[in-house]
């Protein structure tokens, strides 16, 4: 019974971290866009070292940190005892929509947030899965 538990609390984690990669995975290509409508057509490889080294890019770090959390979570060899609760309660603070948030995530998240519908479908897939881990 015990190992069924945690087969499914494994696979309800996998879901939200396909989900944060989803999410992730949306935000880059929102960035990517307006990267090059300002900077020209970049390669993958161009583009890879813009979101690694550019710092208009490092606003997605909190995000980037969470979804590596989750991965240790899930990690059986992993040395780090990171709880998916607490991966899902950091995750759904960040996500959280306030406008009276001045933080260059939320800044950001919220620019992209009310121009794309791609984006606020992944965002209430992702809370919706959240909710129902914290």
């Known amino acids: 019974m015990k190992m069924q538990a945690s087969h499914i609390a494994s696979e309800h984690c996998t879901r ?9 995975r949306v935000l880059v290509d929102i960035e990517r866009r307006d990267y090059e409508k300002v900077h020209g057509r ?15 890019m490092q606003w997605l770090e909190p995000l980037s940190r969470l979804i590596v959390m989750l991965d240790e979570a899930l ?12 991966v ?4 759904l603070e960040l996500l959280k929509l306030d406008r009276e948030r001045t933080d260059s995530f939320m800044s950001r998240y919220l620019h992209h947030f009310d121009r794309s519908a791609d984006l606020a479908v992944e965002h209430a897939a ?9």
Do not use: C, W
């Open 16 to 24: 939200v971290r396909t989900a944060l990669l989803n999410l992730h």
């Open 75 to 86: 990690d059986e060899k992993s040395t780090i005892d990171v709880a998916p609760h607490v």
């Open 42 to 56: 970049q390669s993958a490889g161009e583009f890879l070292q813009v979101m690694a080294y550019d710092e208009s």
């Open 126 to 134: 992702l809370v919706q899965l959240l909710n129902t881990v914290v």
């Open 88 to 91: 899902a309660a950091r995750a």
